[in-house]
């Protein structure tokens, strides 16, 4: 049912990162209270899309007033309406977390921090919520944009990572216009909904089938999926520690969604798994990914990197869990991501906030946080726990999940490659925690600065959240199974 | 095979210019090379829409005021020309936030080759 | 630092030159409707102008001043385009649906065309805005990064 939903969704942070820099001129003080205000109205109006999309059906959007195939045409539908809330929720955590480390990090570069965060959360949500393939590649390239621009913003060795993520980010996002150009070029259209429709009859040519490669190609460069990860350590690492949490949390999932649309809605179920069988080799990739990325995460020295490689890891476990086949697998892959956003916002804010109050910045160094930081070691401690996979945090019911869906599928290795690589990330969280805890702390301490009341409550929010998620995952995952997944299996 | 060459030509000027264009990304160590090769294989796919559209004896999709009767024959196919141009705007600005990023990193580490700028950052 | 160019050639043409291709750039931008061109093109034209008089006759020195006038024009730029994509979807219908803006006594194709004339206006602004500010960072010693 058509509903201005959908345009609320896109205008508010639109228009909040465009009205920044130039009230910002004025007075910067006022870039932060602006980008939070239109955060929170940005959350209220995804959570009411949701619950209407879930009790009414899709909610659908034509910009300019022209129909779809013509016109572009935004559809908020269970999954894509799930994924904005989790999007705008976690960045507005992400934003308030970034406060007092904008301050500290880029002084001079407030306004450009702030706007620039909130035309990617745009754009985030352009990609998650457009109907229209084309759409989506604008959306990606803005979003790309804006955060090229934020992990090099900080100069110094952050410039390099961010030049490499550039030119990686746009070979990804050109592969992706030019697979839908040969869509575009045997189908005659654009829009997600009439491609639906017309893919069946063209599905034998060798067109659909290259530019489905170039598509998923170009998207697992985006989406930082194992071997085309190589701009992701760097750019985690050397990212300021202000823009890492939104970086890390809520980034690369839009183009796994991306390509769950194009692979599940688009193509069909069957026609992935069979005809095209993509899913099949996406599962192998999916399953080395993650052994892979937690076995380099065991020899990092310092945290932010160490994180990144869990990142990696992680993208492995989704696209594993994506690929299986079953309804159970599906939706524990989309339960995971949703408790990745909040377990990676949790784990590379207290990177952030470590860094920013006593300095620490590698594994070794952590042990300062046992100083009078009650807060950040409970949300280190939640978190660490819920990458691992141990109950009742929400990463223990999305792992569980994924071993019932690849048991029912019947997919062996996918089980081995979950345990392996809930072993291996067991191995270096708690390597960490005994870094933290056992070792005795060191006598001449640098300056230990207090919590700032944003760390402590995004922190605290984000860790609560982690808890709740796991203990309401029966709430979640029925919420999914209603509404978002695919047909077909 | 060797028809590809014959009647469709333009597919052919867009696969050399692509590859051209990584070759030229992955080959050269000076950075504003690469952006170079970045922009051209940009340009490439660029093309490749851009002929997607042409249609025989067909002119620019343009409707003038004095047009008479209107058929989809007449015209050039619209919609790739309007893609592409979001696509070159897209292409523009990726390039200006490079090409800043690029001098921001020559006023740091004073060179343009990569593997100095990488040995100066151990 | 950009010096003024030292010949009398280019100082005469830059000078006979840079109006008219501002002109220019207006006529491709009204005539976008018609004829190739709108808003985009029109833009780049408009900060070919100001860098061709740029080159020609130097920075003068207070150059970040100048690039934050820049940025503020855009900013007023993309706050027209989309407070006129924003006003159809504030009344109710759908965003940059310039049929339903609220302009008395006329129909709605000729409310779209209006339409899209103010938002390929504000495009423009936002263009030439971005390209001489883009400009100006890569020319002096002002920021590196930053929009």
């Known amino acids: 049912m058509t509903s201005s939903l959908p345009g609320f969704l896109f205008a508010i942070p639109f228009f909040a990162a465009v009205v920044i820099p130039v009230v910002g001129f004025t007075n910067q003080k006022f870039c932060r209270p602006i980008a939070l205000v239109a955060l929170?109205?940005?959350?209220?109006?995804?959570?009411?899309?949701?619950?209407?999309?879930?009790?009414?059906?899709?909610?659908?959007?034509?910009?300019?007033?022209?129909?779809?195939?013509?016109?572009?045409?935004?559809?908020?539908?269970?999954?894509?309406?799930?994924?904005?809330?989790?999007?705008?929720?976690?960045s507005l955590i992400a934003l308030v977390h970034a406060g007092p480390l904008v301050e500290k990090e880029l002084p001079d570069r407030v306004i450009p921090f702030y706007s620039l965060s909130l035309l990617l959360i745009a754009a985030l949500g352009g990609m998650v919520l457009t109907g229209d393939l084309f759409n989506l590649f604008v959306f990606l390239e803005i979003g790309s944009l804006a955060?090229?621009?934020?992990?090099?913003?900080?100069?110094?060795?952050?410039?390099?990572?961010?030049?490499?993520?550039?030119?990686?980010?746009?070979?990804?996002?050109?592969?992706?216009?030019?697979?839908?150009?040969?869509?575009?070029?045997?189908?005659?259209?654009?829009?997600?909904?009439?491609?639906?429709?017309?893919?069946?009859?063209?599905?034998?040519?060798?067109?659909?089938?290259?530019?489905?490669?170039?598509?998923?190609?170009?998207?697992?460069?985006?989406?930082?999926?194992?071997?085309?990860?190589?701009?992701?350590?760097?750019?985690?690492?050397?990212?300021?520690?202000?823009?890492?949490?939104?970086?890390?949390s809520v980034v690369t999932k839009v183009p796994l969604y991306a390509f769950v649309r194009i692979a599940f809605w688009i193509f069909g179920m069957a026609t992935v798994s069979t005809q095209i069988p993509i899913l099949v080799v996406l599962g192998w990739i999916g399953a080395v990914a993650a052994i892979v990325g937690a076995y380099l995460a065991i020899w990092q020295e310092n945290f932010k990197r160490m994180l990144a490689y869990s990142s990696v890891s992680s993208m492995g476990l989704f696209v594993l869990g994506f690929s299986l086949g079953t309804e159970t697998g599906f939706a524990g892959g989309l339960f995971y991501v949703?408790?990745?956003?909040?377990?990676?916002?949790?784990?590379?804010?207290?990177?952030?906030?470590?860094?920013?109050?006593?300095?620490?910045?590698?594994?070794?160094?952590?042990?300062?946080?046992?100083?009078?930081?009650?807060?950040?070691?409970?949300?280190?401690?939640?978190?660490?726990?819920?990458?691992?996979?141990?109950?009742?945090?929400?990463?223990?019911?999305?792992?569980?999940?994924?071993?019932?869906?690849?048991?029912?599928?019947?997919?062996?290795?996918?089980?081995?490659?979950?345990?392996?690589?809930?072993?291996?990330?067991?191995?270096?969280?708690?390597?960490?925690?005994?870094?933290?805890?056992?070792?005795?702390?060191?006598?001449?301490?640098?300056?230990?600065?207090?919590?700032p009341f944003p760390i402590k409550m995004s922190l605290g929010v984000l860790t609560f959240g982690i808890i709740a998620l796991g203990l309401g995952s029966d709430l979640v995952m029925g919420l999914i199974f209603e509404s978002a997944i695919p047909k077909g299996f | 095979m060797a028809d590809i060459f014959l009647y469709r030509p333009h597919f052919v000027a867009f696969i050399i210019l692509f590859?051209?264009?990584?070759?030229?990304?992955?080959?050269?160590?000076?950075?504003?090379?690469?952006?170079?090769?970045?922009?051209?294989?940009?340009?490439?796919?660029?093309?490749?829409?851009?002929?997607?559209?042409?249609?025989?004896?067909?002119?620019?999709?343009?409707?003038?005021?004095?047009?008479?009767?209107v058929t989809p024959e007449a015209y050039a196919n619209p919609l790739p020309h309007v893609l592409m141009l979001t696509a070159i705007v897209v292409g523009v600005s990726t390039l200006g936030v490079s090409l800043a990023m690029v001098i921001a990193l020559y006023r740091q580490y004073n060179t343009l080759e990569e593997d100095e700028i990488l040995g100066k950052m151990k | 630092m950009i010096r003024p160019h030292d010949s009398v050639i280019v100082h005469t043409l830059a000078r006979v030159f840079t109006p008219i291709i501002q002109l220019f750039a207006l006529y491709v931008l009204i005539h976008g409707h018609d004829s190739p061109g709108g808003g985009f093109q029109a833009g780049t034209l408009f900060a070919a102008s100001v860098i061709l008089s740029i080159f020609a006759f130097g920075i003068q020195g207070s150059q970040t001043v100048l690039e934050r006038r820049a940025i503020i024009l855009g900013g007023i730029g993309i706050l027209l385009y989309a407070g006129?994509?924003?006003?159809?979807?504030?009344?109710?219908?759908?965003?940059?649906?310039?049929?339903?803006?609220?302009?008395?006594?006329?129909?709605?194709?000729?409310?779209?065309?209006?339409?899209?004339?103010?938002?390929?206006?504000?495009?423009?602004?936002?263009?030439?805005?971005?390209?001489?500010?883009?400009?100006?960072?890569?020319?002096?010693?002002?920021?590196?990064?930053?929009?």
């Not at chain 1, 069946?200 to 170009?218: A, D, H, K």
């Not at chain 2, 940009?42 to 005021?65: G, H, W, Y």
């Not at chain 3, 390929?120 to 002096?140: C, D, K, P, R």
Request: hydrophobic share 55%; net charge neutral.
């Open chain 1, 40 to 90: 929170v109205f940005l959350s209220i109006v995804s959570v009411i899309s949701l619950s209407e999309a879930v009790s009414h059906g899709p909610l659908s959007h034509e910009f300019g007033g022209w129909a779809p195939p013509i016109g572009i045409e935004w559809v908020v539908d269970g999954l894509s309406g799930l994924l904005m809330v989790a999007i705008s929720i976690v």
């Open chain 1, 147 to 248: 955060s090229y621009v934020l992990v090099g913003v900080a100069g110094g060795r952050s410039l390099y990572s961010a030049f490499r993520y550039l030119i990686l980010g746009t070979i990804g996002a050109s592969l992706y216009l030019l697979g839908v150009g040969y869509l575009y070029a045997a189908t005659g259209t654009l829009n997600m909904a009439d491609l639906t429709q017309r893919l069946p009859e063209v599905l034998n040519s060798r067109v659909v089938l290259t530019g489905l490669l170039f598509i998923v190609f170009g998207l697992a460069i985006k989406m930082g999926l194992f071997p085309l990860h190589g701009w992701l350590p760097d750019a985690y690492t050397y990212a300021p520690d202000s823009c890492t949490p939104l970086l890390a």
């Open chain 1, 338 to 451: 949703l408790a990745d956003t909040l377990m990676k916002a949790a784990l590379f804010g207290v990177a952030g906030a470590a860094i920013y109050q006593c300095g620490a910045s590698t594994v070794t160094d952590l042990v300062r946080l046992r100083r009078n930081m009650p807060w950040v070691l409970a949300a280190l401690l939640i978190s660490a726990l819920s990458m691992v996979g141990i109950p009742p945090t929400a990463g223990f019911f999305g792992k569980w999940h994924l071993v019932v869906g690849a048991l029912e599928a019947e997919k062996y290795f996918a089980v081995a490659a979950i345990l392996v690589s809930s072993m291996l990330t067991a191995l270096y969280f708690f390597r960490m925690f005994q870094r933290v805890w056992a070792e005795p702390l060191p006598l001449v301490e640098p300056h230990v600065l207090e919590t």
């Open chain 2, 19 to 69: 590859l051209l264009g990584i070759y030229i990304m992955v080959v050269n160590l000076n950075l504003v090379k690469k952006l170079i090769g970045m922009y051209l294989m940009q340009t490439s796919i660029i093309l490749f829409f851009i002929t997607l559209a042409v249609k025989k004896d067909s002119t620019i999709p343009i409707l003038l005021p004095s047009a008479t009767a």
């Open chain 3, 84 to 147: 006129i994509g924003l006003l159809p979807l504030i009344l109710g219908e759908e965003f940059l649906n310039y049929g339903e803006l609220p302009i008395p006594g006329m129909e709605a194709s000729s409310r779209r065309h209006w339409g899209i004339l103010g938002i390929e206006i504000g495009v423009t602004i936002v263009v030439a805005a971005t390209a001489v500010s883009i400009f100006y960072s890569l020319s002096g010693r002002g920021e590196g990064e930053g929009k």
